[in-house]
């Protein structure tokens, strides 16, 4: 299934109007060893009409493989025979390498390449896929997006919202297709890997309105003939790591707002995910290039803990913004901390939804379904905790078992219209989840549906497949295995008899992401909202804990990290603040009464 699938789409990228011609030359390719490798690879980039695996171009996107380097040799379709350095030599600079990456398939040994987990198969393109960026790619990468922040700065904010405005056009016209990687790589349901490159282009049209509206606030001063401001000006360069489960939408939220403010940014993928990565930052590369504009400024390196270690030490780098475990998180804090640089951390989340008696049962059970289940229970705002008043339990908790049983049999392949529970992004995540069953009942909790691995037939059977799990616990004080995060579709709940309880033991975790409140009680709202009430950076009545909308800042308290990200004033973090006062007397004004005379 897995080859078909992946061939139709190579064909359908290769044969979209805005596709590159990537003339790869042999001495653009470093290293030894794989120097014939190299030249069959260029000779079959060539042939937009294969639907070899070295064809993933997605609008203007190529996958390139191998060493090639984004040089001045790559042309547009429309214009063979115009280098790109020719129309613009005083921006364009050194362009970054493009690297993939083995690391998946090395610590599966199943080959090289990337590992699918929608059929527990490699993507290896041929071997090809057996390297990826090394010190010296980042060292060059860094160097290329600081020249592109010198040229960027000064550009006026609307221009940069023009060009983010075509950028956001281009993207939109390869929805489908990008969605369509998501779901290949990541393994999410292809509606949820369409929403994806939504969020991106949605946070794009965020951020070409800020282009014309962002400034600093004036203040009124109290020497006369004195005028102050907020000036908020570009820091520089900003690191982006993301994570396997949101491949795209993301490095979207820092792209966005860090073009707008004036930066250049350097995106490291997670090394499971890399073929989206690259085919939606060619697609952004090319619209800048068009306007004239390095490609520099959306640089990436596909690389290993090495080049993210050092892209997070390096105090080139102005600004991380980091997406993963709290563990490393911790590391990534203190590494930049260290260097006294800023960073923005997006980390782990044990969400809790609390239902109360008066709520609408229909809507919370629908709403939980989505929010414990969407993306197979690997978002970062998953609801993995459901606190049930004692009045309702019973009844709730067995409507709630049955609509998840319900879902085993749309268990399967992503791109399916019909399939609502995908794969598991790979097996470290399927052991996790069988050693959070195991602990359950260790623990005294009873499973009330689900908790096994899944063996589907067919071309499938290799997959990552586990059933919807709801795990109950007489006492949830006494669980251990529910005050930390599972990044799987396992539901952990428990009863409570007062909203101060159960916001207690909301509070009660260390992380503190997102949460949510069923109630139609205005007062159980509004404490809820309120100084007394959640802990949480994303706080909802009425709503799921996940699919949260670009508009407002993203992010989560506690050991979540602090950041905020996407909507909002989340922008204003981008910038270099600066509080300036003008003199326009031709005396001095001190004050606070301060004379000196």
């Known amino acids: 299934m897995t080859a078909p699938l992946l061939g139709r789409a190579a064909q359908r990228l290769a044969n979209a109007s805005a596709v590159r011609a990537m003339k790869s030359h042999n001495q653009h390719a470093r290293g030894g060893g794989h120097g014939s490798r190299r030249q069959q690879s260029s000779k079959q980039s060539k042939d937009s009409a294969s639907v070899h695996w070295s064809v993933w171009a997605v609008g203007a996107a190529v996958l390139l493989i191998g060493g090639y380097s984004l040089s001045s040799t790559e042309t547009h379709l429309g214009s063979p025979d115009v280098p790109i350095a020719s129309k613009a030599p005083q921006v364009l600079g050194p362009q970054p390498k493009v690297w993939t990456v083995d690391e998946i398939a090395k610590h599966k040994k199943r080959g090289q390449g990337v590992f699918l987990a929608i059929d527990g198969k490699v993507f290896d393109v041929d071997g090809y896929l057996d390297e990826h960026a090394s010190l010296q790619d980042l060292e060059e990468t860094i160097v290329a997006a600081r020249a592109a922040y010198k040229t960027w700065r000064h550009v006026a904010p609307p221009k940069r919202g023009e060009i983010l405005r075509q950028m956001r056009g281009a993207l939109a016209e390869r929805i489908e297709d990008l969605g369509d990687l998501v779901s290949l790589e990541m393994g999410k349901i292809r509606s949820e890997g369409k929403g994806e490159v939504q969020e991106f282009v949605d946070v794009m049209d965020f951020g070409v309105g800020l282009s014309r509206s962002f400034a600093g606030n004036v203040v009124p001063s109290e020497r006369e003939r ?97 997406t993963g475990s709290e563990a490393r998180g911790r590391l990534v804090g203190m590494e930049v901390a260290g260097r006294f640089g800023k960073s923005l951390l997006e980390l782990g989340g044990n969400n809790a939804a609390i239902v109360l008696p008066d709520a609408n049962l229909p809507l919370a059970l629908r709403t939980i379904l989505f929010s414990a289940l969407g993306t197979s229970g690997q978002r970062c705002t998953s609801t993995r905790r459901l606190f049930v008043h ?71 059977s290799g997959g990552n497949y586990v059933e919807p799990t709801i795990a ?67 706080v909802n009545v009425n709503g799921s804990t996940s699919g949260a909308e670009i508009g407002a800042p993203f992010g989560g308290n506690k050991s979540t990290g602090w950041g905020r990200e996407s909507g909002g004033d989340a922008w204003k973090q981008y910038c270099r603040w600066s509080s300036c006062t003008l003199n326009w007397s031709d005396e001095l004004g001190l004050a606070q009464g301060v004379k000196f005379e």
């Open 226 to 322: 004195h005028f102050i401001t907020e000036v908020p000006n570009p820091l520089g360069v900003v690191g982006c790591v993301t994570a396997f489960n949101f491949p795209v939408a993301v490095y979207g939220w820092n792209l966005s707002l860090a073009l707008i403010t004036g930066n250049a940014t350097i995106w490291k993928p997670a090394p499971s995910t890399p073929l989206v990565a690259i085919a939606t930052n060619k697609i952004l590369v090319s619209v800048l290039e068009a306007n004239g504009m390095p490609g520099a400024l959306s640089s990436i390196v596909c690389g290993g803990g090495d080049v993210g270690g050092k892209l997070v030490s390096d105090k080139r780098v102005d600004l991380v913004s980091f």
């Open 390 to 460: 004692s009045s309702i339990s019973k009844s709730f908790l067995e409507s709630l078992a049955s609509g998840y049983a319900s879902t085993f049999n749309r268990m399967g392949n992503p791109l399916d219209p019909n399939t609502l529970i995908g794969p598991l992004h790979n097996p470290d995540v399927v052991k996790k989840f069988q050693d959070a069953v195991n602990e359950v009942e260790a623990q005294g909790g009873k499973i009330l549906v689900g908790g096994k691995v899944r063996k589907l037939e067919g071309e499938l």
């Open 472 to 538: 109950f616990f007489e006492d949830a004080s006494k669980a251990e295995v529910m005050r930390r995060e599972t990044f799987a579709p396992i539901l952990f709940a428990s009863t409570f008899e007062t909203l101060e309880e159960a916001i207690e033991v909301n509070n009660s975790v260390d992380q503190g992401l997102s949460s949510t409140l069923f109630t139609r009680d205005m007062s159980s709202a509004f404490h809820w909202i309120g100084p007394s009430g959640s802990d949480c950076g994303i």
